[in-house]
């Protein structure tokens, strides 16, 4: 499964995050959250593959891999624009089933 955008899903999110930026401006009783964060995934393949693929989003938007920027230890890369972040993970699939048999919500 591709979990990126291609360049129409990439054109039309962009739009979107102004399109919200925009109006959470012009309306300021509104509610608007403290943070957000967008997420992006690699491609199902062995912790090997998905970590190349973290390592390389990491080296494109000029920052380090960590789990320390995540509750849950994933193997991630973070950069951050004022209270937004940009979230680039890599859950290993033996750490979402142990998460899973404990009851627990995977968190990022």
């Known amino acids: ?21 925009d109006f959470l401006g012009q309306n300021p009783d509104v509610p608007a959250p403290r943070h957000a964060d967008v997420l992006v995934f ?4 062995s912790n090997a593959e998905m970590f190349a693929e973290i390592d390389v989003i ?5 920052t380090t891999v960590s789990g320390a920027d995540s509750p849950a ?3 991630s890369a973070v950069r951050g624009f004022g209270p937004v972040y ?5 859950i290993q699939p033996g750490v979402m089933a142990v998460q899973w048999r404990a009851g627990a919500t995977v968190r990022l």
């Open 42 to 45: 690699p491609a199902d393949g």
């Open 73 to 75: 230890d994933h193997y």
């Open 58 to 62: 990491a080296q494109q938007i000029g």
């Open 1 to 21: 499964m591709i979990y990126h955008a291609n360049s129409e899903e990439r054109e039309r999110l962009i739009a979107g995050l102004r399109e919200l930026a």
């Open 86 to 90: 940009y979230r680039a993970v890599a």
